[in-house]
């Protein structure tokens, strides 16, 4: 039997991803081009369905399945679904070709299309090889629980860091490498880089644990690594975790079906690569424990993407560490062809992995143009390189990443990687989180609106000691070395912001989920002398796999609430100085503490107003939940 033939239908999903009354939109990869029929168990919905295919391989094909329903799907109830495929053995559903996607005594996958949003869960940072349990397991426990169809979240937000791909474990990438073999992931000519194109690059000796040799470096003499440890190169991907980084197109688009189905890892069975020296060895053996424990729970992730509907958007790990961090990166990164090479299939990867399902009417120009390019490389399984960087250069200028969802309260999810605020008085000086023209979309969005959720990867109010470090850090001018990512380092966009909350037709609550940071904390947020002041939120669950170091995290946690403590004349340099913070205390803290460093997700249920009612993070490592009640103002 040819190998092709012994592959399963489906390798990842299906995912729900946006789903509304008259819409559903459905994401998976198969190993051939399909053409899925959809059942519905609710009587006298007709749909017309369009499925866009883009080929990514000699056996792998990204689907994307839009349901436009002619009659809107009852509210607040549930609803089964199949996906109905023809094989070889006939017409086939999930339950023959994905049963791990089941749930106990289920035929079908179901969901839950619901009135408002109630309740929701979100988080951030999902690393493969952290010690931690995985966060999305938390969602899984809870729909196995879930019998009334109210008590189901209305979605799933994934604020950034879905994948990593500036830090990969040995492990992951041998299965990468395996999975490209198998599935015959297309090639790719790569320019300006010590090896010709994606073959050599697998092959080389460095390829394993010594990728930073291979990424690009500038001469330079004015970094901090030289100062203190004698470097002569800056290098522009400045994660100290790229022993791994991914380069092409196919091994971001592996790493995506290794990271969210079970199915691939089925297919291959990676071995330790030869030529490793002891030391490598021995860490190599260490992640690989972490990476079977991982793939040991992908079948519940998997679960729960097919029932619960996820939107996602991008934050730097999903492409590269400090993204797009300032002017000077930028300039640094961009212009030479091999980063912008790994920067722009890390960028195509999210198009077709996260981006495509959030919003596919604004996706479907840049999704057209990756279909021509796909299909003409199904010739001679390699990417053209003309048309691979002409592709790059358009979707590095596009500027629909950011999205709306359409519910009660409206759910706005921000961009704030790629139309930063960049610094006019010096390049090397952290970029504003959002350029002034999408802060003014923002408030136009927001206009009149009598509650909002908003979605800022980074905390829009951070924790005062960290920001302040992060501050001296730029000052001193080495930004890097300290993520100087937060909505305060850019004077212009952080007044912008605290303006658009302070505006009189603004919405009188907001809601604003974040993750990014490594821990979770809860702000409420008014601003001061003002009678009818607008109430604020800031959510904050972070990571789903990742933890802060935790010795570091108590010492930030006491020095903030000593040196920032509400009697503290140091909030007066703050430029939230004409806010009041008030944190709400998380119930396991044990001696007073506001930031909860545990794996998990976090889960918010809202009032009729659009106001958090209850606020939780689900332990990701199974014990009870954390929640964080209303607290007294000091």
């Known amino acids: 039997m040819p190998e092709s033939r012994a592959l399963p239908i489906v390798l990842a999903g299906p995912v729900l991803r946006r789903l509304e009354p008259a819409r559903l939109v459905f994401w998976l990869v198969g190993s051939q081009a399909l053409q899925p029929a959809l059942e519905l168990s609710t009587a006298g919905v007709t749909s017309s369905v369009d499925c866009q295919i883009i080929p990514i391989g000699r056996h792998a094909f990204v689907h994307l399945i839009d349901v436009r ?31 791990h996607l089941l749930y106990n005594g289920a035929q079908r996958p179901s969901f839950v299309v619901h009135s408002r949003l109630e309740q929701l869960l979100h988080g951030s940072c999902r690393k493969p090889h952290h010690p931690a349990a995985d966060g999305l397991l938390c969602a899984d426990r809870l729909l196995e629980e879930c019998a009334d169809p109210r008590s189901r979240p209305a979605v799933l937000m994934m604020s950034g860091d879905q994948v990593y791909a500036d830090d990969v474990a040995g492990p992951m990438l041998r299965a990468i490498h395996a999975l490209i073999e198998r599935l015959g992931l297309f090639d790719e000519t790569l ?36 100062r203190f440890f004698g470097g002569a190169r ?73 029932h619960l509907p996820s939107l996602m958007i991008f934050d730097d790990h999903d492409i590269t560490d400090d993204w797009n961090l300032s002017a000077q990166w930028e300039e640094t990164a961009y212009g030479h062809p091999f980063s912008r090479r790994i920067i722009g299939n890390a960028l195509l990867a999210y198009l077709l992995c996260q981006g495509w399902g959030n919003d596919p009417d604004a996706c479907r120009t840049l999704v057209q143009k990756c279909q021509v390019l796909s299909q003409s490389a199904l010739a001679d399984q390699h990417l053209d390189t003309p048309a691979q960087d002409a592709l790059i250069d358009e979707t590095l200028r596009f500027q629909g990443w950011q999205f709306v969802l359409p519910s009660n309260p409206p759910l706005l999810v921000l961009d704030t990687r790629t139309r930063r605020w960049r610094s006019e008085s010096n390049l ?137 403590s509400p009697r503290s004349p140091l909030n007066w340099l703050t430029k939230r100085r004409q806010m009041e913070v008030i944190p709400r205390i998380p119930s396991h803290s044990k001696a007073g503490e506001r930031l909860w460093n545990g794996a998990g997700l976090g889960q918010v249920f809202f009032n009729e107003q659009g106001q958090p009612q209850r606020i939780f993070q689900l332990n990701a490592d199974g014990g009870a939940a954390t929640e964080f009640p209303p607290r007294v103002k000091d």
């Not at 609803?79 to 094989?87: A, V």
């Not at 970029?431 to 923002?442: F, H, N, P, R, T």
């Open 234 to 306: 800056k290098p522009i991907f400045t994660s100290s975790n790229a022993d791994n980084h991914l380069v092409t197109f196919a091994e971001v688009m592996a790493m995506y079906l290794l990271v969210w189905s079970p199915v691939p890892w089925t297919l291959i069975a990676p071995q330790i690569p030869p030529g490793l020296t002891p030391e490598r060895q021995a860490r190599y053996l260490q992640e690989q424990q972490l990476i079977e424990g991982f793939v040991g729970g992908l079948g519940g992730v998997a679960r729960v993407l097919a």
């Open 69 to 99: 329903l002619d009659t809107p799907l009852p509210c607040d109830e549930h609803i089964d679904y199949d996906l109905i495929l023809t094989t070889a053995e006939g017409a086939q559903g999930i339950a023959q070709w994905a049963p």
């Open 191 to 226: 320019q300006g880089a010590v090896v010709d194109d994606s073959r050599a690059l697998y092959r080389h000796p460095a390829s394993y644990y010594h990728r930073a040799d291979l990424l690009p470096a500038l001469e330079s003499n004015e970094t901090l690594r030289e």
């Open 428 to 564: 090397k000086k952290p970029s504003g989180l959002l350029d002034w023209e999408a802060l003014s979309e923002l408030q136009q969005a927001l206009l009149d609106h009598p509650s909002a959720i908003i979605v800022s990867p980074a905390p829009i109010f951070g924790v005062k000691l960290i920001e302040t470090v992060q501050r001296v850090f730029s000052w001193l001018g080495y930004p890097l070395l300290v993520d100087a990512e937060n909505w305060m380092a850019h004077r212009g966009a952080a007044q912008v912001i605290l303006n658009i909350f302070r505006h009189s037709r603004t919405p009188g609550h907001y809601v604003i989920l974040s993750g990014d940071v490594h821990y979770s904390f809860v702000y409420e947020v008014l601003i001061r002398h003002r009678q009818r002041s607008p109430h604020l939120w800031q959510i904050t669950s972070s990571g789903i796999k990742n933890e802060f170091p935790r010795r570091l995290l108590d010492t930030f946690d006491r020095l903030n609430r000593w040196l920032y």
